[in-house]
C-alpha cells in the first residue's frame, strides 16, 4: 500500500491494518495531518488541532500494541469530536466565543468510551453556535460556495474532504445526517437514548452547568 494514501482509509480500514502490524497509528496520524495542511485552509473544518499533541497519542498507541497489551476496536485511529463534547485536554468551547479558552476538567463519556477503544482524539471540529445558532466557518468541502450544512458540519466536512477517517457528531434534527449528506459523508443517527450525552451541551439544560 502506497503511504500517501493512508489519509483516504477509512475507520475500519485503518483498525485492521495497524491491528495488524501493516502500518503504525503514528504514520496514519501524519499522514491525516498532512491532508490538513493541505485542503484545511480553504474548508476550514477544525476548531482545535494540535499536532504534536496527536503525534505523541499516536505513539503511545504504537508502544502499547507493540508490547503485547489488549488493544481496543479503534486502536490508533485518528478521530474528530464535535466542539461541544467536554474533552478534558482540549478546549470545549460550544462554537461560541462566549466560551472562548473554556477546558472542561473531564470528558464527555462517549469521548472517554473512545479513548478506551484506543482511538487517538485528533482534534475539535467545527460546530454552529450552540449546535443551534449561527454557522460557523467551515465550508463545504465539495464545493466551497455552498454550505457544509450543520450543526456538525466540521465533523462532516473533514471527513468528506479525507482528512480523518471518522468524527462525531449530534443531532436533533438533521444535524449530523444533513451535513454528512452534503459533504460526500456517511451519517449514522443511532437510536435516541443509545449512546450516553453526559458532559455534551444540550440547550434543555443550563449552559453555566454543563
Do not use: C, M
Given at each position: 500500500m502506497e503511504l500517501t494514501n493512508l489519509h483516504s482509509l477509512s475507520a475500519s480500514e485503518a483498525a485492521?491494518?495497524?491491528?495488524?502490524?501493516?502500518?503504525s497509528s503514528e504514520q496514519l496520524i501524519d499522514a491525516c495531518l498532512e491532508r490538513i495542511r493541505e485542503v484545511d485552509d480553504r474548508v476550514?473544518?477544525?476548531?482545535?488541532?494540535?499536532?504534536?499533541?496527536?503525534?505523541?497519542?499516536?505513539?503511545?498507541?504504537?508502544?502499547?500494541?507493540?508490547?503485547?497489551?489488549?488493544?481496543?476496536?479503534?486502536?490508533?485511529?485518528p478521530i474528530a469530536i464535535k466542539d461541544i463534547f467536554d474533552t478534558a485536554d482540549m478546549p470545549t468551547e460550544y462554537g461560541s466565543p462566549i466560551y472562548a479558552g473554556r477546558t472542561p476538567s473531564r470528558d464527555a463519556t462517549v469521548v472517554s468510551r473512545l479513548r478506551a477503544a484506543g482511538a487517538v482524539i485528533l482534534g475539535k471540529t467545527v460546530t454552529t453556535e450552540f449546535a443551534y445558532f449561527s454557522p460557523g466557518k467551515t465550508?463545504?468541502?465539495?464545493?466551497?460556495?455552498?454550505?457544509?450544512?450543520?450543526?456538525?458540519?466540521?465533523?462532516?466536512?473533514a471527513v468528506g474532504a479525507e482528512m480523518v477517517p471518522l468524527a462525531i457528531g449530534s443531532q436533533t434534527n438533521g444535524s449530523t445526517i444533513r451535513p454528512a449528506a452534503y459533504c460526500g459523508a456517511v451519517?449514522?443517527?443511532?437510536?435516541?437514548?443509545?449512546?450516553?450525552?453526559?458532559?455534551?451541551?444540550?440547550l434543555s439544560r443550563t449552559l453555566d452547568h454543563v
Open positions: 485492521r491494518l495497524i491491528h495488524d502490524g501493516i502500518i476550514q473544518a477544525w476548531a482545535f488541532l494540535d499536532a504534536d499533541y496527536a503525534r505523541t497519542q499516536a505513539r503511545a498507541a504504537d508502544e502499547r500494541r507493540l508490547s503485547g497489551q489488549p488493544i481496543g476496536a479503534l486502536h490508533g485511529v465550508r463545504n468541502p465539495q464545493n466551497f460556495e455552498h454550505t457544509p450544512g450543520g450543526s456538525s458540519s466540521g465533523s462532516a466536512a451519517g449514522f443517527k443511532p437510536t435516541h437514548g443509545l449512546i450516553s450525552r453526559y458532559r455534551a451541551l444540550a
